[in-house]
């Protein structure tokens, strides 16, 4: 069980997180889960294609691991609580290992490969959900938001590296990279096997209750808490506008630039906001200690969209690339703050499905976000879009962050959390029923007197 408190010295550093065996054990697995997944999604595009040379096929090809998440995201994670951890990592590992080598057969007919491709999917919100309740675990302190930040920055870099390495192989053999993504499964199975400790399951047997009640306890632990509330709307709207310049990307690039190097400028953008959350998990994560990182989430809230509103104004694609850029550093700088303090308020029994919840919400608001202003960008150009966008985004940050539990709020909820920990696994959440009114103090004083 981790240690709640910030560490009294001040920030935790790389190479504390790092000295924590079981924490490189994860990160260099995921990393390698990562590459190999982005890898495939490029090459699974390519085979597609060239075997139906149908965009719309080759598209759904890309899309389909997001389905998993749409369909059944929170019932698949509370099977992470309900196994050891360990178990549940390896053993997704080891079918989505499989899985793939059956989609690298040549010649496969196209419905099988997408079938395929959706079972292998389905292993990914409990290998997910089991990694992110870990984390807590094996991290104590501090160490669990800069863990947190650094798993972030390196899923990011994954996903540029990932999608370059895969289109250079697709481009020769898809079959090659499709079966590199089998070896990185296994290769992450057997790191988690010698590096992970075999804790005991999180929610025990005689604690257990239907599957569909206890998915159901996940919304109720998040939403009927204020503070986890609060801190999931933070989260779920900042999702709303920052990947909207990464979605319109292609048909942005395509209005502004008409000298043919589109392509040139569609990658640019897309790039940006990762690379921008890269450095921002970096340097707010290492340069800002607890108190301070506390402190500025509330304003980074409302420069992530803020930095986007002069989209309104149509720039190159460089001044894009460097606003969205922007909009990512600042994402990054609120998001394992608040991740860091969402898993503190958390009974170890609901971590894995309360990550279920958020990251399907997390899921369908993205989506629901592209496609919104891509329909709204056949009307009108994209850049006012975009513009109006962040705009209404800055309006509706500006409203969650006036709104945001006071110190007593928060400390009660990760009180609560602890005490949930400490008698043990519940039957139903410890749902937190204080008031959320707006702040009188920065929200970094509040979790102070939390954890103090």
Not at 83 to 110: E, I, K, N
Not at 141 to 153: E, T
Not at 256 to 277: C, K, T, W
């Amino acid at each position: 069980m981790s240690d709640e408190r910030p560490d009294p010295e001040g920030p935790a550093t790389f190479r504390e997180v790092f000295a924590q065996g079981e924490y490189r054990a994860v990160f260099s697995a995921s990393v390698l889960s990562w590459i190999g997944d982005y890898i495939a999604k490029a090459a699974v595009t390519v085979l597609v294609y060239r075997e139906t040379d149908s965009v719309a096929l080759s598209a759904a090809a890309f899309a389909i691991s997001y389905l998993p998440w749409l369909v059944g995201g929170p019932l698949l994670t509370t099977l992470a609580d309900r196994y050891r951890y360990r178990q549940v990592m390896v053993v997704c590992d080891l079918v989505r290992m499989a899985l793939m080598v059956l989609v690298a057969v040549p010649h496969l007919p196209v419905p099988a490969v997408l079938g395929l491709l959706f079972l292998t999917t389905l292993a990914n919100p409990p290998s997910q959900a089991a990694r992110s309740a870990l984390m807590p675990v094996i991290l104590t302190g501090d160490r669990v938001v800069l863990g947190l930040s650094l798993h972030a920055s390196a899923g990011q870099a994954a996903q540029v590296g990932g999608y370059l390495i895969g289109a250079a192989i697709a481009a020769v053999n898809p079959t090659a990279a499709l079966l590199i993504n089998a070896a990185t499964f296994g290769a992450s199975a057997l790191v988690v096997r010698l590096g992970v400790r075999n804790r005991p399951a999180a929610t025990a047997a005689a604690h257990r209750s239907h599957l569909l009640r206890e998915t159901a306890q996940g919304f109720q632990l998040v939403f009927g808490t204020p503070v986890l509330r609060a801190i999931a709307l933070l989260v779920f709207s900042a999702m709303l506008f920052s990947i909207v310049p990464e979605g319109l990307a292609a048909a942005w690039a395509g209005e502004r630039d008409g000298s043919g190097d589109a392509g040139l400028a569609q990658a640019l953008i897309m790039a940006a906001n990762p690379v921008g959350f890269i450095l921002g998990g970096l340097v707010i994560g290492r340069a800002c200690g607890p108190a301070r990182r506390l402190r500025v989430m509330r304003p980074l809230a409302v420069l992530a969209p803020l930095v986007l509103v002069p989209a309104l104004l149509d720039p190159p694609p460089p001044v894009v690339a460097l606003l969205a850029a922007g909009c990512g550093f600042a994402v990054a700088g609120l998001l394992p703050t608040a991740n860091g303090l969402f898993v503190r308020a958390l009974p170890d029994g609901y971590r894995a499905r309360a990550f279920g919840v958020m990251a399907t919400g997390v899921q369908v608001i993205q989506g629901a976000a592209v496609l919104i202003t891509g329909v709204l960008a056949d009307r009108f150009s994209v850049p006012l879009v975009v513009g109006v966008w962040s705009a209404a985004g800055v309006l509706l940050m500006l409203l969650i962050t006036v709104r945001w539990p006071d110190a007593s709020s928060v400390d009660a909820a990760v009180r609560a959390g602890a005490q949930a920990r400490t008698g043990g696994a519940a039957t139903r959440p410890p749902v937190v029923t204080q008031r959320s009114a707006p702040a009188q103090e920065g929200p970094a004083s509040g979790v102070s007197a939390a954890t103090r």
